[in-house]
């Protein structure tokens, strides 16, 4: 899951960076409103975690020119405002939710799995496909009842594919969801993680049908059909 952080704090917006990487997430930082609205404008992002205060553009601003623009990216409104006159004017503005300045890791967290897990998202926690499961709250992956041990990125990378049961999927799509924005990601990289996935997934049970094939000149796709 690809999140993008819009906060002017550099040491904040850095925490938040490298916690939610700890948590398989794929995440891009942007430190001002302006940068920020651009990438939430034309990137593809599953969350927004949005600061009120910035520079150059603030963040009412951005939730607005977002849904005006048809973006409904969910966004999590960040703000050290406590009064509710100030909450009020966020979720008004186009917010899905607000977390108060300071705020515990753990909470901020729980409220992007709460966000996610809408209906509208579609994001469930439990995938399957076929006799693959894969768990994004635990970050547990099983096939046939067998555990399946696999890194970090190869967790998010068997995520978005499963998200995409029976669609195909190009390298750019890949390395754009799965990949922060500034990763140095070249499309044979996805070719090598997609190696390792089916050396996991697919090998091991040679009584199954492989479930991760490869589309020639279009890209790839998970799912049994």
């Known amino acids: 899951m690809r999140i993008l952080v819009i906060e002017d704090e550099h040491r904040i917006a850095n925490s938040i960076k490298k916690g939610l990487e700890q948590e398989r997430y794929a995440v891009d930082v942007a430190y001002s409103g302006d940068k920020g609205f651009d990438l939430a404008s034309t990137e593809e992002y599953d969350l927004i975690i949005l600061d009120l205060m910035l520079p150059q553009m603030d963040g009412l601003k951005i939730c607005q020119e977002l849904r005006l623009k048809n973006i409904h990216t969910p966004i ?5 405002k406590s009064q509710v006159q100030d909450k009020v004017e966020g979720l008004n503005s186009g ?18 799995r709460a966000l996610v897990r809408r209906p509208k998202n579609s994001l469930d926690s439990l995938l399957v496909v076929a006799d693959l499961k894969l768990d994004t709250i635990n970050f547990f992956t099983q096939r046939s009842g067998q555990e399946i041990k696999l890194s970090s990125k190869e967790f998010s990378l068997l995520e978005y594919l499963m998200r995409h049961g029976n669609q195909i999927l190009t390298k750019e799509q890949i ?3 799965v990949w922060n924005y500034e ?8 070719e090598v993680y997609i190696r390792n996935l089916r050396r996991k997934i697919d090998l091991p049970f040679k009584n199954k049908k492989p479930l ?10 998970i799912g049994l059909g």
């Open 212 to 221: 991760i094939q490869t589309i020639r000149g279009f890209g790839y796709k």
């Open 95 to 112: 917010a899905d939710d607000y977390l108060t300045k300071p705020f515990s890791f753990e909470e901020l967290v729980a409220r992007i």
């Open 76 to 80: 999590l409104i960040l703000t050290a």
């Open 183 to 190: 990763a140095d990601i070249l499309p044979n990289t996805v």
């Open 175 to 177: 390395i754009a969801h």
